[in-house]
């Protein structure tokens, strides 16, 4: 069946280090890919998605790829802040939605 | 952006009652709405479908006789944790499907439902 393995945090950065995060997948077909993220207390937001190979999902300077020659979708930030420490998922929708088991994030002034 | 609320937000009760949990969405019309429960450092595990004007779709080993699902409109889905007990604590989250403008489909999460169950 289609799932998703993503990277098992923690990740611990200090303020303006470079961010990745790996996320592969398994599915049939041409499924959408979306990171979702968490901050603490608060619920999942979508943070970035595509819906077909090569494309790029951007959002507040994250960006993921739609690789389907390597079947990923790594997040990305060049230079992360303390106010992006949150948990991130990746998912993807095939008929229904799958969710990675989520890293955990936190930025360090 | 498209806006899902949950009510309540935190709930504690007592072993053996029952407990319901609102899903709305607030700006757009859901065809369907899922159900997820999410553990401690764990991700979102899917319990079931709802779909408007039918019977929810449950997940392996989601008991549908306790987590009573009901979609009775296109903009609210509710869920009944029915006698509830201590393991039944967990932090429950819905989200609405809609569609993506450029194709595809996506969620939109409620800000999630904390139980506690004495």
């Known amino acids: 069946g289609n799932s998703v393995t993503q990277m098992e945090g923690p990740v611990t950065l200090s303020e303006e280090a470079f961010l990745t995060i790996n996320c592969t997948y398994t599915?049939?077909?041409?499924?959408?890919l979306f990171w979702y993220v968490q901050y603490p207390g608060e619920g999942l937001q979508l943070l970035l998605k595509?819906?077909?190979?090569?494309d790029k999902g951007s959002n507040k300077g994250f960006e993921a790829t739609y690789r389907k020659e390597t079947t990923s979708f790594h997040l990305e930030k060049g230079s992360v802040q303390v106010s992006d420490s949150a948990v991130y998922f990746c998912a993807l929708s095939k008929n229904d939605m799958r969710f990675g088991a989520g890293t955990r994030l936190t930025v360090k002034p | 952006g498209a806006v899902v609320s949950q009510h309540p937000s935190r709930v504690i009760c007592k072993s053996g009652t029952s407990v319901k949990i609102e899903c709305r969405s607030l700006d757009f019309q859901a065809t369907t709405m899922f159900w997820y429960r999410q553990f401690p450092k764990k991700s979102l595990m899917l319990m079931a479908t709802s779909n408007e004007g039918s019977k929810a779709t449950y997940e392996q080993g989601v008991e549908k006789d306790k987590f009573l699902i009901n979609h009775a409109s296109l903009t609210l889905s509710t869920l009944t944790v029915t006698s509830a007990h201590p393991e039944d604590s967990s932090f429950y989250i819905c989200?609405?499907?809609?569609?993506?403008?450029?194709?595809?489909?996506?969620?939109?999460f409620g800000p999630g439902t904390r139980l506690l169950v004495l």
């Open positions: 989200s609405a499907g809609a569609a993506l403008a450029g194709g595809g489909e996506t969620q939109y």
């Open positions: 599915a049939t077909g041409y499924p959408s």
């Open positions: 595509a819906t077909k190979a090569d």
